[in-house]
C-alpha cells in the first residue's frame, strides 16, 4: 500500500479553500470516489459542528446502542482529512474511534493533521489500522506541534509500524500520551518503546495489555 504525502502548506493559507459557508463540506463529498458511502453522520455535519471543541463520530457501545450504530468507512475518513485542512475548523478532539476506517481512511485524516494545528486530541482506536498506518503516525509526530493525545490502541500494528512510530516520538516534542495497547507487539518492542518513553519526562505511555 502506498502512503500519499500531497505537499504540507500552512494551515492558515485561506486562500485555497472557500468559506465553509459557501457550501465546502458538499463540495467536497461530490468529488469524493465514492459520495454514495458517505455517511449521514458526515453529511449532517453544520458549519456551527466545525467550530466546537470536540467532534465525536464515535461508535463505542455505552455512547450508543449497537442497532443504532453507523460505522464511518475509508471514504468517511478522506472527507474529514480534508476538513481537517481546512482553516475555519478549529476542533481540539476528534473522536472516530470503533469504526471502519481501516488504513486508507485513516491515513486521510492523518494527512491532515501533517498540516492541522489547532487539533490536541484524536482517537483512532478499533479501526483495524496496521503499519500503514503506523508509518504516517510517524511522520505526524515529527511535523505536527499541536497534537498532546493519540489513541491507537486496539487496531493491528506489529513491531514494524512501532519502531516508525518510536522514531517519529524522538522528535516530537508536544505530545503527552500515546495510548497503543492491544496491538501485535512482541515484548522487544514494547521494550524499545517504553525506552523512547523514559527520555520524556511529561510523556505518558499506555502500552502495557498485550493483544492476544
Known sequence: MEVSCPTKTAN????????LS??????IISRSPKPELISDKIKSLKDEDFTVYAQDLDNAPI??????????????GMILGELLRHPEVTWRKLGVQ?????????????????QNQMLEQIFLEGN???????????????????LKTIHLDFNRMTDAGLKMIAQGL?????????????????????????????????FSLWINVPCP
Do not use: C
Open 12 to 19: 492558515a493559507q485561506t486562500s485555497e479553500y472557500k468559506p
Open 22 to 27: 459557501d457550501g465546502f463540506l458538499q463540495n
Open 63 to 76: 455512547r450508543l446502542p449497537w442497532k443504532e450504530v453507523s460505522y464511518l468507512n475509508k471514504y468517511d
Open 98 to 114: 470503533f469504526n471502519l476506517l481501516k488504513d486508507e481512511g485513516a491515513i486521510a485524516i492523518l494527512q491532515g493533521l501533517r
Open 128 to 146: 483495524q489500522l496496521t503499519d500503514h498506518t503506523a508509518e504516517v503516525v510517524a511522520m505526524v509526530l515529527k511535523e505536527n506541534k499541536a
Open 170 to 202: 524522538t522528535e516530537n516534542t508536544s505530545l503527552e500520551l500515546l495510548d497503543i495497547s492491544f496491538n501485535q507487539f512482541s515484548a522487544e518492542g514494547k521494550t524499545l518503546l517504553r525506552n523512547v518513553a523514559k527520555t520524556k519526562p511529561k
